[in-house]
């Protein structure tokens, strides 16, 4: 495996066990793993990004022990998107874009998936997981492309 | 690539229990050390539920202490258990715990912090572990007192944890305590106080918010009642 996959990979274990022991309980409302699979759709292309996509959100429902296999769906689905997009799409408010979609739909299937619309919590959610990425993505970046630390965000 | 994700698709709890033997033994060393401070924290447990118990037996009325009487006390039971993990949802508080059948646990059976007040029930036991819903989690339910008199079903929620079906006659006030029995158990379990209250859209019930007495499972020692 290549060492730019490594790197994919080793991010979303880190961002995977972030979720599962929750070192700030439920005081921070992200989901890393989520925002992991975003990170490398974004930065990859689509067959890694597919294969660590559902490899992810296979792990996500075995842990969640959710029998609907909805992150795997959710996740796969996700990845495909936004490399449909990407292809149709340039720029760096295009991905801006892209990732704000991609969070809002994450909010909307899972309200339905729990059948309940949680307002505030959305909002936070929307929020934090923005301010989250934001930085992430940076650090990501510098790493994986050894980029100065005074470029873009995207 | 879809062959080798179908490949594993039957392995579910195989993979489950794998992945749960492995947080078990990494918490096993922590086991060993805190078990002490985990005999002392269970006795003080059970003396502050004994207090409280003696408490509100002074408190109920004679009719109540009438029917209470026919009923056989049992002794509590606890069993100081840890959280192995968290369901990686931000959408759902469920919880892992590091004990299941074997240290005797059922599902249904309620969690309960050092200070004794509710964090969750059981809804899954397996063999060496289970899962824990916590009060908070959209699907949790359980009837629930408020002050004295009044009754309604405690919901979770992502926003607030509620109190649905109280009746708008009833005299609920701000600041009242919320709480449960065990049957078998007269001991009360506390889970928070009244925050707000509201009136339903179909005028019939009262919308009450409740602000939970444990509000944060990670730094609390957990305990199962049996």
């Not at chain 2, 509620?162 to 609920?172: G, R, W």
Request: net charge positive.
């Amino acid at each position: 495996m290549k060492e730019r996959n490594l790197k994919a990979l080793l991010v979303l274990l880190i961002f995977f066990l972030m979720d599962a022991a929750k070192p700030f309980a439920y005081s921070l409302i992200t989901e890393f793993t989520f925002l992991g699979v975003i990170l490398i759709c974004l930065n990859y292309p689509l067959k890694i990004s597919f294969l660590f996509s559902a490899a992810f959100g296979y792990l996500k429902d075995v842990i969640c022990n959710d029998n609907t296999n909805f992150s795997l769906l959710e996740f796969s689905i996700i990845a495909v998107l936004i490399h449909y997009f990407m292809r149709n799409f340039h720029g760096k408010a295009a991905k801006i874009l892209i990732f704000l979609g991609a969070l809002l739909a994450h909010i909307i299937v899972n309200s339905f998936h729990i059948n309940r619309a949680a307002y505030f919590f959305s909002f936070l959610f929307f929020m934090q997981s923005s301010i989250i990425f934001l930085l992430v993505n940076r650090l990501f970046r510098q790493w994986l492309y050894n980029e100065p630390k005074n470029n873009n965000v995207f | 690539m879809l062959f080798a994700l179908l490949l594993v698709l039957p392995f579910r709890s195989f993979i489950a229990n794998l992945l749960m033997s492995f947080s078990n033994q990494r918490l096993l060393s922590t086991q060993n050390s805190s078990k002490v401070i985990e005999e002392l924290k269970k006795k003080n447990l059970a003396l502050l539920l004994a207090v409280r118990k003696s408490q509100t037996l002074a408190d109920e009325n004679e009719k109540l202490k009438k029917a209470l009487n026919f009923k056989e006390d049992k002794k509590i039971e606890l069993t100081g258990v840890e959280i192995a993990s968290f369901n990686p949802s931000v959408w759902r508080r469920l919880a892992v715990i590091n004990a299941g059948k074997d240290k005797g646990l059922k599902e249904g059976m309620f969690a309960v912090d050092s200070d004794g007040f509710l964090i969750g029930k059981l809804v899954e036991v397996r063999n060496n572990f289970s899962r824990l819903m916590l009060v908070d989690d959209p699907e949790f339910s359980l009837p629930v007192y408020i002050g004295n008199d009044a009754l309604g079903l405690l919901s979770g929620g992502l926003d607030a944890v509620k109190i649905q079906y109280v009746d708008i006659s009833d005299n609920v006030k701000l600041n009242d305590i919320v709480w449960f029995k065990i049957p078998l158990l007269s001991y009360p379990i506390y889970a928070g106080r009244v925050r707000k209250i509201n009136e339903n859209k179909n005028g019939l019930f009262l919308d009450v918010d409740v602000r939970l007495f444990s509000q944060n499972p990670l730094t609390k020692k957990i305990f199962i009642i049996k």
